[in-house]
């Protein structure tokens, strides 16, 4: 069994917690996942299957989210996971304000991710690093957000504010509510999160566990074919006789056309059996479809 599976993470749940359990499920080894969600959110954690876990670099890479921010409240994982450092009341706070202040986060930006995640500084997880009391310089990465769109408000004393997010990837949403409070100096932190989509995948055709369990016991569960996922690449269609030399590894002389140089292609013999990915690069002032993953 080699493709995808577009799994409704529940809360709860780590994203190596659920490949364990996908494992499990479909008794099989081989089996990784595709932009890490937090335990307490939700929404779609693409899984590899098979052979196609060598495709996940390949995804595409933007991401979309439905987030809660509870503003009058900082915490130490820039969660409602974390314990509450501190907690002032803002039932003065308006949605204009909020609104005012959520444009600074739009487009290109500068983002110090949480102390609490799963990214490598000098070889360790931000989060062991925090857990063992270690205070270490977060580097800033440039991330993009696409766009916000506010879809409710409820004011109080601690106000609520839903908002959609779409996002380029390493983009962290705690870290967007962690920081609209900063600018708003009142604290802000993440109260819900849910990915509504990731790599291609959308969360209206997400399985849970449970709808996954019950299409295995009745054998009806497919995986998504990497044809499906990778659509959004440019794809060559190879001869039979020139696509078992590039299976083989040969670098294959090839007409550029219109595709560009050296970014990934699908690549299919005649027949649509998908093969792989190449890249097409310049060798000599000779352009030639280069193999890069063969199936």
């Not at 915490?75 to 308006?94: H, R």
């Not at 070889?123 to 440039?142: C, F, Q």
């Not at 600018?183 to 969360?203: E, P, Y």
């Amino acid at each position: 069994m080699q493709g995808f599976l577009n799994l409704n993470k529940p809360a709860g749940f780590t994203s190596h917690d659920c490949v364990a359990r996908v494992r499990r499920l479909l008794q099989m080894k081989r089996v990784g996942h595709g932009g890490t969600l937090d335990p307490a959110a939700t929404g779609v954690l693409p899984i590899a299957l098979g052979k196609a876990t060598r495709l996940l670099q390949f995804l595409q890479s933007d991401k979309a989210y439905k987030a809660t921010i509870q503003l009058g409240i900082t915490t130490t994982t820039d969660d409602l996971e974390g314990e509450v450092t501190t907690s002032q009341p803002v039932s003065d706070l308006s949605l204009e304000q909020v609104a005012t202040a959520l444009k600074q986060f739009q487009g290109k930006i500068d983002q110090i991710p949480p102390r609490y995640s799963a990214i490598q500084v000098k070889g360790k997880r931000l989060y062991d690093l925090a857990r063992a009391g270690k205070n270490i310089e977060i580097p800033v990465r440039s991330v993009e957000v696409f766009q916000i769109e506010i879809l409710d408000w409820r004011s109080g004393d601690f106000p609520e504010i839903d908002v959609a997010i779409a996002c380029g990837t390493g983009t962290y949403i705690r870290a967007i509510a962690r920081d609209l409070g900063r600018v708003l100096q009142t604290g802000g932190t993440l109260a819900k999160l849910i990915r509504t989509q990731s790599s291609g995948f959308d969360i209206a055709d997400s399985l849970t566990f449970e709808q996954l369990e019950s299409q295995i016991q009745q054998g009806s569960f497919q995986p998504i074919p990497p044809t499906q996922a990778l659509q959004h690449l440019n794809s060559v269609i190879l001869p039979t006789a020139i696509a078992q030399k590039w299976c083989q590894g040969q670098k294959i002389l090839y007409d550029v056309t219109d595709l560009p140089l050296n970014l990934p292609l699908q690549i299919y013999e005649e027949g649509d059996r998908f093969l792989g990915i190449g890249y097409i690069t310049s060798i000599n002032t000779e352009e030639k479809l280069i193999p890069q993953i063969v199936f």
